[in-house]
């Protein structure tokens, strides 16, 4: 007998299903598609080992790294997706990375983008250019989308089946530590109390050389920077990195923020680079959905007020990111008050947090197919048809893993279940075909950037799992 729990924003769905495990996710993943995994094989793929060997290969003792040599330490919402991974077939060790992950929380509540628990010399910029070696952990000064809240909603499903009493205590050492980070991005990014945070360097969005920052990132000069070896480009082609005029950016910002002891009073209004970023938002409100959840099981009544407070703000100001004309939420730049034209994947995230209305669903779903139909495997991080679309450069168009995996949870969310399933093939297709790669070419299926990635083991497990986030 198998349990396949498929969560909608507070709403559990269980299915007892009196059938073989593998047939089950087969009936959920692999419907008639031209390209997909027979799970009906004896024993589960090989490929679902392999995804094991790579997580344990990446493991560096309570912490995984997502490649190795090209990604040598603890990434923020890299581990919050690794762990789902590991809840696949080791729930302690789930637990365990995200329990890493905020032993590195700085004091004002902040978790950094990076973690630096040992040295390395493969990746640059490292800790000897950040300089915090006088705040608690020996990490970046800036963040990354705060992913974590969802995960561990997840690990406390995943664990609550069995013994939920121990799921109850690990949500109750985390929690007050995930709520402090909520209230930094609320205190340090939305000091204007709109109900959306801003993102002051493209790195925090995770989403490093996204079109959408493109104009924003270069309306400022760069400054009399150091010299400096990339070491990204001694692991993987140039073609598919950020160029050398773009790291001139980021590093120009990176010097001012240290210059400034990475002061979050001084940040916000001091970055030349400020923008409400339609990944890092979606994915706040939707963590903040899981945090609530989260907040009434551990019986936090103020806490569920103030987190009720922030969703109410933030399902408001989400409006002003709708662009009619488009049929897109876009990302804005604070600096200027005006949308950035680009198209990029980050549109269709608020379908994950649960804010597009009904109408603007509609709209997204039909810009979707519209962008699928122009490549062989969805979802192409820029429009295909757009201008600055490159099928294998970083974020100005691959498909990526984590990404198809929120989009397909928020369109099933909205009822749109057969093009959730032309997500979810995809991707499994693409790496089946292509293997465990970073990101993959949506024209092609070929994949790119690291081998091995921790992420995407990770969701390969999480999918084959049966889990939805």
């Known amino acids: 007998m198998v349990r396949i729990r498929l969560r909608s924003y507070g709403v559990r769905l269980d299915i007892l299903c009196v059938v073989a495990c593998l047939s089950t996710l087969q009936a959920i993943f692999v419907s008639s598609h031209r390209n997909y995994i027979n799970l009906n094989s004896t024993g589960r793929p090989l490929l679902h080992e392999h995804s094991i060997e790579v997580l344990k290969q990446n493991d560096f003792g309570g912490y995984t790294v997502p490649a190795l040599g090209l990604y040598p330490f603890q990434w923020n919402w890299d581990a919050g997706f690794i762990a789902a991974g590991w809840a696949a077939f080791d729930v302690d060790r789930a ?149 050398k005029d773009t790291y001139d950016h980021y590093l120009t910002l990176l010097y001012r923020f240290k210059a400034a002891n990475y002061d979050p009073e001084k940040l916000y209004w001091m970055s030349p680079f400020r923008m409400t970023d339609l990944c890092t938002n979606s994915v706040l409100f939707r963590a903040n959905r899981d945090m609530r959840f989260l907040a009434r099981m551990l019986g936090k009544k103020e806490e569920v007020r103030e987190i009720n407070t922030w969703l109410r703000k933030g399902k408001e100001r989400f409006q002003w990111l709708w662009d009619m004309d488009s049929g897109l939420f876009k990302c804005e730049n604070q600096l200027t008050g005006k949308l950035s034209s680009a198209r990029i994947s980050g549109a269709f995230l608020p379908l994950f947090a649960g804010v597009a209305s009904q109408d603007q669903a509609a709209a997204l779903a039909s810009n979707l197919k519209l962008w699928i139909d122009e490549v062989k495997f969805g979802v192409p991080s820029a429009d295909p048809a757009g201008p600055v679309f490159d099928p294998v450069k970083y974020w100005s168009g691959p498909l990526w893993i984590n990404i198809n995996w929120m989009i397909s949870s928020g369109l099933r969310h909205y009822g749109y279940n057969e093009l959730a399933e032309k997500i979810e093939m995809d991707s499994l297709t693409v790496i089946s075909e292509s293997g465990l790669r970073e990101y993959f070419n949506p024209r092609t299926g070929e994949g790119a950037g690291g081998e091995s990635f921790s992420w995407t083991a990770a969701l390969y497990l999480a999918w084959l799992d049966g889990e939805v986030l």
């Open 95 to 243: 637990w365990e990375e995200m329990e890493t992950l905020f032993s590195g929380q700085w004091a004002d509540g902040m978790i950094p983008s990076i973690l630096f628990w040992k040295a390395s010399d493969t990746y640059f910029p490292g800790p000897e250019i950040w300089g915090t070696k006088e705040n608690p952990s020996n990490s970046t000064g800036i963040t990354q989308p705060p992913i974590a809240g969802v995960i561990v909603r997840y690990l406390y499903d995943c664990t609550a089946r069995t013994n939920r009493r121990l799921a109850q205590q690990k949500v109750s050492k985390l929690f007050p530590k995930i709520l402090a980070y909520h209230r930094w991005w609320y205190k340090a990014r939305d000091p204007l109390n709109t109900g959306l945070v801003a993102i002051i360097h493209p790195w925090e969005s995770g989403m490093d050389n996204s079109p959408a920052w493109d104009e924003a990132l270069h309306a400022f000069p760069v400054d009399d920077i150091p010299p400096y070896e990339r070491e990204d480009l001694k692991h993987v082609n140039a073609s598919m990195r950020p160029s």
